[in-house]
């Protein structure tokens, strides 16, 4: 197969626009996703879609997210998968009901005779626009029963788990960080990582249920996701240098999560480190601690530890925003203080 | 001026006593010479008088509370009125101050304290593991964490320098004069175990001489029979093994524990044995010892003893004991008086089995014997079912064919 | 008002009264302490479920709320099968897990019913555009209160279903009350169909007590819908001669207010025209009803006897096997 180099944004666009040629039942919807001549969604992901499919497939919405959620809920039970969109994540509040009491349930209170197959996508992560855009989300939906949540860092796993997530049949909330998207095809976010990377150009899948390790090492195992794994990485780059070696794991899939991967590590270095750019309380780092505890609790040399955002909103000035989103100097700190050192 | 009011050395075999009540309340005066508390013995009720004049100002101890010489009971002070400055706190015996009046009671709350924080060993969770298969004793190892915890590396560093030990150990011999010999993590255990055992358990003791002429014979031809089938030929320990297994089952009172209000019979057998080594003695523990037959019990005894030399037994396998033997057979003795392991309730201290007269159907006779001295805890076992214990084991070791049957099982 | 065969008469006539016999039974069953969980009865309301399933396909859906007995029984869904799910039998028809708000039957085309008020809205929406987005000439129905007509979920499920001119008709059952609230406290309008101009679709005001014309009026606006026409808002205005759940003693009623609903029960009200417009003799229908007894005790026993579904089954359908690409 051959590969290009691609930003998340494009690997995006690529993983939709192959899904919907192989499978007629796939179809899009949201706000501005299908205009013509309009900018392909809230972070330019479904820009050129609509002419290629038209506009009932690569369907534009009013601004109606209970309905969207709803109206993909019923098509996906009615014979589609439905691919929708939330022009910005915290936007999924509006329409929980449909996510939480609907996708979530309906499989299960009907016996298993309907299923859901429907990919929710969620533009995610502090970006500069105040509390109401900067939501990072995945800890209601991994505390959700019934949904899947993947949360891919960088535009290889972002396409193949888009794909995978098509068409695994249950409802996926897919969560795409605002400034991992990248330039290339429109606009581009401010402060954003940018990754380019090469991506094969056919249709594959990276399996729901799946981390990766993006470094191994010794002494401490650091899981993030998101924007936080490339925080995390250069981190474990300064470690490093202070005598440190850090195992990294990219934890692209929340649940399923791979549990026994995860184990793994932490069996080998004995200490675990969770960067999240989500809430302390509650986020997804505190299960995964909970976890450790409970079924590593002998392996264990430190306490696990978790770097994330404070309890509070997102704050907008530049300034605020850096002392809340975790930075490289933070987990850097976390780590020494694991180790025991300073 | 304050004074501490300390339990006496009252010759109590082994030590503790027993505070029965207090003759005075906190806000009387007392004089010298008047009794002040009464403590039981495991011989006697005794009174204790007060040494010296004073207001009694505060107890630490309360009825049922078990004592030992030195510990502290109470404050006496010369005025009614002067601070005490927490005075005494630290000596609290039992963990109790009674600043009400203390009242005769049939039952006590439970005496020992739960150790003071500052007692407490702070390790994490791997490097406990960690100690626990090696073998190692938290409390010898510095930790390096933040607050002193004990993390990985230092159980590491430790293991390595057990490792190290054994070589720096200096040999027996006569260069040991004016050596300062730093104590190990072995002899520190023995040293702690056998100071509580005879701090904390009232012993008593009884013995029986024991006729091994067919135990002997018995042997002989256990082992040509063992040879035959490949099997481990047994030895006189674990035909002692094996009689004391069965004569634990049918006098359970020595096979149990003493606990505050109660006393626990436990539900298996496991006999340790003490296996001596160069720097000390390690008890290796034969697990449900009643259900193995002889052969196994060879097998077993083997294994465990190669391992003890060896120092490669686990934690699993030093154990669970609920009684334990000792046989010093090998070194001569005649007999000798074992000190209870806690919290068992009793030892069993073989001798050699040597040719000594003996009377044997009115004449005297040399007869192949051993000596076997039990010792037990008094507050569980008295003299007639020590009695009745080394009774069983005599008989079944002077007719030894016995120890070689299996119970009947039902055929369905 | 136009003719309708005989045999729809009749069929309809059964469908209304296997409810309104297995509703009865079941008020009787719970007040004797028979019957776990809880009901939300259907009785009065009857002839919307039939006239409006009558005017159905089987591959059509329905998609029904918290109340959905009524529904279910005029879609198809075996009568064994809706009361062993409400005694939670592995044998009901969501195999217990579902419940008596969560009624389902894949093979009759029932969703599971929502008992979030108003939230199946946009779900029929949806579905409605799947089967468009698929050439199918499949219709979806979405039954739902005079409650949920206030709901957000009302207002954007059906605006999108217009502005994308989804095949569905939307059934509001109007029976003056949503759980204790009047409708006069609870908007300031009297017809709920007027919202339908709001969303640029045809609404109709219809009396929900009698069949026909219920049936003639979702019989339009399913032609409607099947052929490309869009959605239609039917407001049925109806009474629910039962308390909102079975907890309920209905004290907000007055009494002159429930007697003057049940002189216009709809079962009665029709048999007189089967008897009299149809011709039906008097032996047949008591025939009927006498069979349709017999459906209800059997349906009932059945239930009671079923087993309740393996502890292990809380852990079944929490997600659905992978489906990979076609």
């Known amino acids: 197969m051959t590969a290009r180099p691609m930003t998340m944004a494009e690997a995006l666009r690529d993983a939709l626009r192959l899904a919907m040629q192989a499978d007629p039942s796939v179809f899009v919807l949201g706000e501005d996703i299908g205009i013509s001549g309009g900018f392909g969604g809230g972070f330019t992901v479904t820009l050129g879609l609509s002419d290629e499919f038209g506009h009932d497939r690569v369907m534009d919405t009013p601004i109606s997210e209970t309905a969207i959620i709803g109206a993909a809920v019923g098509a996906a039970m009615a014979g589609m998968r439905s691919v929708a969109e939330m022009q910005y994540g915290d936007f999924v509040f509006c329409g929980m009901d449909q996510v939480v009491n609907q996708a979530a349930k309906i499989h299960y209170m009907s016996g298993g005779q309907y299923a859901v197959p429907l990919v929710l996508r969620l533009p995610v992560g502090a970006s500069r626009r105040g509390a109401q855009h900067a939501g990072s989300t995945e800890a209601y939906f991994m505390h959700t029963p019934g949904l899947k949540v993947v949360c891919p860092s960088n535009p290889y796993d972002a396409k193949g788990l888009l794909l995978a997530s098509i068409w695994d049949g249950n409802p996926v909330v897919f969560l795409e960080h605002k400034l991992l998207y990248g330039g290339k095809g429109g606009r581009k976010e401010k402060t954003s990582i940018d990754p380019v990377m090469e991506v094969p150009e056919g249709i594959y899948q990276v399996p729901l249920g799946s981390l990766a390790v993006r470094r191994t090492g010794r002494d401490i195992t650091i899981l993030a996701n998101m924007l936080m794994v490339h925080r995390a990485m250069e981190a474990a780059g300064r470690l490093e240098q202070a005598g440190i070696s850090a195992e990294v794991i990219d934890v692209r899939c929340l649940n399923p999560l791979d549990w026994e991967a995860l184990k793994e590590s932490v069996a080998k270095t004995n200490r675990a480190l969770i960067v999240e750019e989500d809430n302390l309380t509650g986020g997804w780092g505190a299960e995964v601690a909970a976890r450790l505890s409970e079924e590593m609790f002998f392996y264990l040399d430190a306490p696990v530890r978790r770097v994330a955002a404070p309890d509070t909103p997102a704050p907008c000035s530049p300034a605020l925003e850096e002392a809340y989103v975790p930075g490289v100097d933070a987990i850097v700190a976390a780590a020494k203080e694991v180790l025991v050192i300073e | ?207 029986r001489t024991i006729d091994m002429e067919a135990a002997r014979s018995f042997l002989e031809s256990a082992a040509r029979y063992a040879q035959k089938a490949g099997w481990q030929p047994p030895t006189i320990t674990d035909l002692i093994l094996r009689a004391t297994a069965l004569a634990l089952r049918d006098h359970p009172q020595v096979n149990a524990r003493y606990e505050a209000e109660a006393i626990q019979f436990h539900t298996e057998i496991n006999i340790g044995l003490v296996v001596g080594l160069e720097e000390g003695l390690i008890i290796p523990v034969i697990r449900r010892a009643d259900e193995m037959n002889l052969f196994a019990l060879a097998a077993l005894t083997t294994r465990l003893k190669a391992g003890a030399r060896q120092g490669i037994l686990r934690a699993s396998d030093l154990s669970g004991a609920t009684f334990t033997l000792s046989n010093l057979g090998m070194y001569g003795l005649d007999s000798f008086i074992a000190v209870i392991n806690p919290p068992e309730a009793g030892v069993l201290a073989v001798g050699a089995v040597q040719q000594a007269p003996a009377v044997w159907e009115g004449q005297i006779v040399p007869r192949w014997q051993m000596e076997a001295v039990l010792s037990v805890d008094h507050r569980i076992v008295d003299g007639v079912v020590a009695a009745r214990f080394l009774a069983d084991l005599k008989e079944r070791l002077e007719d030894p064919v016995g120890l070689a049957f299996e119970p009947p099982v039902e055929v369905e | 008002m136009e003719a309708i065969p005989r045999e729809l008469a009749l069929e309809m006539y059964r469908g209304m009264a296997r409810i309104r016999r297995f509703e009865d039974q079941l008020y009787s069953l719970f007040l004797q302490g028979l019957v776990p969980g809880t009901l939300h009865q259907y009785q009065g309301q009857e002839a919307i479920a039939v006239g409006v399933c009558a005017a159905l396909r089987r591959d059509d859906f329905i998609f029904s709320t918290h109340r959905p007995v009524g529904h279910a029984i005029a879609k198809g869904v075996p009568l064994r099968a809706i009361a062993a799910e409400l005694w939670g039998k592995r044998t009901g028809c969501a195999g217990g897990k579902g419940g008596q708000m969560h009624l389902v039957d894949a093979s009759v085309g029932m969703p599971p019913s929502n008992a979030i008020v108003g939230a199946n809205i946009p779900i029929a929406t949806g579905a409605a555009l799947a089967f468009k987005l698929q050439g199918l000439d499949r219709v979806v129905v979405c039954f739902f209160g005079d409650g949920a007509a206030n709901t957000g979920a009302f207002h954007e499920g059906l605006n999108l279903a217009a502005v994308k001119d989804a095949p569905a008709v939307f059934v509001c059952e109007n029976n003056q009350y949503a759980a204790s609230t009047h409708t006069s406290l609870a908007m300031k309008i009297e017809d709920i169909s007027l919202r339908a101009a709001a969303y640029g679709i045809p609404g109709e005001t219809l009396d929900g007590m009698d069949v026909r014309a219920v049936h003639h009026a979702a019989s339009r606006a399913v032609e409607r819908a099947r052929s490309g026409g869009g959605p239609t808002l039917l407001e049925c205005k109806t009474y629910r001669f039962m308390g909102h759940s079975r907890g309920d003693p209905g004290g907000y009623r007055t009494r002159e207010d429930v007697q003057s609903w049940r002189a216009k029960d709809p079962l009665p009200r029709f048999r007189e025209i089967l008897a009299g417009e149809f011709g039906v003799e008097e032996e047949a229908l008591a025939a009927l009803e006498a069979s349709i007894d017999g459906e209800v005790s059997d349906a009932i026993e059945y239930a009671q006897e079923s087993p309740f579904p393996e502890v292990e089954n809380v852990y079944a359908h929490v997600y659905a096997p992978p489906g990979g690409p076609p």
């Open chain 2, 1 to 207: 001026m304050i004074s501490e009011i300390l339990i006496p050395n009252l010759g109590a075999t082994g030590g503790a006593v027993i505070l029965e009540e207090w003759r005075a309340a906190p806000g009387d005066y007392v004089t010298a010479g008047t009794p002040i508390f009464v403590v039981t013995t495991d011989k006697a009720t005794v009174e204790v008088e007060a040494y010296t004049n004073g207001y009694l100002r505060r107890t630490f101890a309360a009825p049922g509370d078990e004592l030992h010489p030195g510990d502290v009971v109470g404050l006496l002070s010369d005025t009614s009125e002067e601070p005490l400055d927490g005075a005494g706190v630290e000596h609290a015996a039992g963990g109790r101050h009674t600043p009400s009046t203390p009242q005769a009671q049939g039952t006590g709350p439970s005496t020992h304290q739960e150790p003071a924080a500052k007692d407490r060993i702070l390790a994490s969770p791997l490097a406990r593991r960690m100690a626990a298969e090696a073998g190692i004793d938290l409390k010898q190892v510095t930790g390096s964490g933040r607050r002193g915890e004990i993390l990985r590396q230092d159980i590491v560093q430790a293991m390595a320098a057990q490792a190290l030990a054994p070589a720096e150990q200096p040999s027996a011999g006569p260069d040991r004069r004016g050596l300062r010999l730093p104590v190990s993590g072995m002899r520190r255990s023995i040293a702690e175990r056998t100071r509580l055992s005879k701090s904390q358990i009232p012993h008593f003791y009884a013995s």
